[in-house]
């Protein structure tokens, strides 16, 4: 079973940036594809940006692209999504989860595991 719990989340103006951090344990860090999904209030949640097992491939939803990075650390067993020129649309809980690689990352189902979310809201 893998744990996973999200921080770096809060407040920020438009522009800013923030780093989000997923912890992981009790699992095979190294083996799992690593996902950063968010839901903002009253909608579907929505592919953020996601890594491959071994961190050569990465994938990012258009809307953020350029502004946001996804990394995996095998020391620490902690992906990072770095967010930058963070804009009002970016307001939402964010969540990370792993999975096994076998489905297309940038899908709900293809996940395992969820952390509980962290909170990122950009003000204008």
């Known amino acids: 079973q893998v744990q996973l719990v999200e921080s770096g989340g809060g407040l920020v103006q438009a522009g800013g940036s923030l780093r989000l951090s997923c912890a992981a344990s009790g699992g095979s860090f190294s083996s799992y594809a690593m996902g950063w999904f968010r839901q903002d209030s009253g909608k579907e949640r929505e592919f953020v940006a996601a890594t491959t097992w071994n961190g050569r491939e990465t994938y990012y939803t258009d809307s953020v692209k350029g502004r946001f990075t996804i990394s995996k650390d095998y020391a620490r067993t902690t992906v990072y999504l770095q967010m930058n020129r963070l804009t009002p649309e970016d307001t939402a809980v964010y969540y990370c989860?792993?999975?096994?690689?076998?489905?297309?990352?940038?899908?709900?189902?293809?996940?395992?595991?969820w952390g509980q979310g962290t909170q990122v809201t950009v003000s204008s």
């Open positions: 989860a792993a999975g096994s690689g076998d489905y297309d990352l940038r899908y709900a189902f293809g996940y395992d595991y």
